[in-house]
């Protein structure tokens, strides 16, 4: 009995082992990634900020709300590390109402983000879902501008910003995976004019959340 169980045992292992050796490798990363993501952006409650635009602190809003797209395709790769190229455009938004105290009287002001960064990729994994890290170099348009009143020269002005951070993609499906990305936007100190100071030199965390379409 014990030696028709071992090679019962024997049996199994070895089938189990072919069947291994017979799967096909892991797919690889790529072709190409679509991600569509929610952004929740915190937009600082700065005091040079808001002399950039005739407010206080009180007429900023914060926390908003964006909505993230990104592309990648990847074009090789070395060792355990795949190299893709790609950009990312962000459009965020956050709102306050005015409560009676603050400059804008009888309206809110609005916070827009427009940022477009063409992006270099690293990422580390196979098909069935992997992290990475990625940045770049690209402009942001950064307007704050209350109810009722006219944008200014500093709401429409193109303003370098550095983009970079990283994230993971889990594919549920062959072609549809669920997506988090965690990213820093440094941008640029905006020009000032002739009655108002430029707008500060900025450090806005965003932290995304979606899907992934290969």
Known sequence: MPVRRLFFVLSFVVCIAGAAHAQSPPPRIGPYVVDVRAAFPRF???????????LTTSDLPGAGL??????????FKWKAVTVGLGGQLLLA????????????????????LTSFTPQLSLNFG???????ISGGLGPS???????GRPSQAAD????NTV???GGARWFIRPH??????????????????????GGPRAQLLIVGAGVSFK
């Open 126 to 132: 196979t098909g069935d879902g992997w992290s990475y």
């Open 93 to 112: 938004r956050a709102r306050v109402e005015s409560n009676g105290t603050t400059e804008v009287a009888g309206g809110g002001v609005t916070e827009r």
């Open 141 to 147: 348009i950064w307007s704050v501008v209350p109810d």
């Open 163 to 165: 983009n970079y951070g």
């Open 44 to 54: 600082p409650i700065d005091d040079v900020l808001a002399q950039s635009r005739g």
């Open 176 to 197: 549809v995976a669920f997506h988090f990305d965690i990213r820093l936007h440094i941008i640029a100190p905006g020009s000032p004019t002739d009655t108002l100071p």
């Open 156 to 159: 429409e002005e193109r303003l």
């Open 66 to 75: 964006g909505l993230d797209v990104n592309a990648h395709v990847y074009v």
